[in-house]
């Protein structure tokens, strides 16, 4: 990589614009920024693959139809149109219950409600594209250790002793950040005692792109289509409950979900590793500091209850990458900052609220409560209005979108 230049820099490691963390949001952002005349570093504990091949037990990721537009507007969709699965159908139910409610993507005239394709194809397809830009710096594997903020700039230290500096700093580092802990930044959490067991399924029939996601009273139940007629598998439990799933057998574990989630998907046949992941519900109380903006899982880390916390940063890197694109000669002025703040607060405190009443309103063995919940998904079958209101909030576009600089407004 050649060595980044600054207009404004002392030494060899200032920058414009340092992102911390490399994960798919961190790297998304890098990758949208990419013809900007920006001075970009990125900070990341980890070396970045390049070359790694995917596997059955690759956990699956979800894009909405905005993040794929997104991913269109930054010149990637392309490289990661072969490893996407379209999402043609979504089955919505309350187990035990009659009511339904189904999603379509012809009814809503769009060529997928989503796409779903592992976090190893992703990743792998933003880290062959950092490791061909040019005037991007990477600086891995490194981690952050001390930073200090003044008026011009923000300092850090990393933990091989360098110094460097930058303009904005954009902590992409994930529901632990380790930029908020530094600054000691709270955040507002909810604990809801539940555990995510995933793994990675296949059915003896096709799946014809039908993602289900299935209410219980200890959490939703989702399968998500994937290449090779796999699906991937979100079963939300009590915590402490998944380490009994964990530990059986895998004819045990594909009987125990059959029982669980019936077969209307087909029978369960074959099942890769599986992990288990507690669950919370996350956001920061001040996202946007002086000279300093988090992202993604660093701002707010969802609830996987409707498949929103990955697209939630998506759109972040999206309105930043725009809101960048208008900066003139400083990129961290506060009032550029403030700007992204206000565009995203809404849609972020919507999904996040959201989220919340979903997890809450599903998740309990309450009767009557349960009864309501299969006569409003009913209902809702019966009201088009109503769906397409539904269609549009899980595919991403209840909000304004950005252009990131390229002519497509979404």
Known sequence: MNQADSPTRTSDKAFDLLIVGGGMVGASLAVALEQSSLNIG???AQPLQSNSQPSFDDRGIALSYGSQRIFQSMGLWPDIAPFATAIKHIHISDRGRFGVTRLSADKERVPALGQVLTARDLGRTLNQRLQQMTRLKLLCPTQ???????????????????TIRTRLLVAADGRDSTIRQLLNLGAWQQEYQQTAVTANISTDKLHQGWAYERFTDSGPMALLPMSDNRSSLVWTVRSGDEQDLLNLSDAEFLERLQQRFGYRAGRFIRVGQRHSHPLTLMQSDMPVQQRIVFIGNAAHSLHPIAGQGFNLGVRDVAVLAECLADAA????????????????????????????KLVRLFSNDISLLGHLRGAGLALLDTLPAAKHLLAQRSMGLGQKQPRLGRGLSL
């Open 42 to 44: 990125l900070v990341e």
């Open 329 to 356: 000669d400083d990129c961290g002025e506060m009032t550029l900052l403030q700007r992204y703040q206000s565009w995203r607060q809404k849609d972020q405190d919507q999904v996040v609220q959201a989220t919340d």
């Open 144 to 162: 952050v250790t001390a930073l200090e903020q003044d008026s011009d700039h923000v300092t850090l230290t990393l933990d091989n002793g360098e």
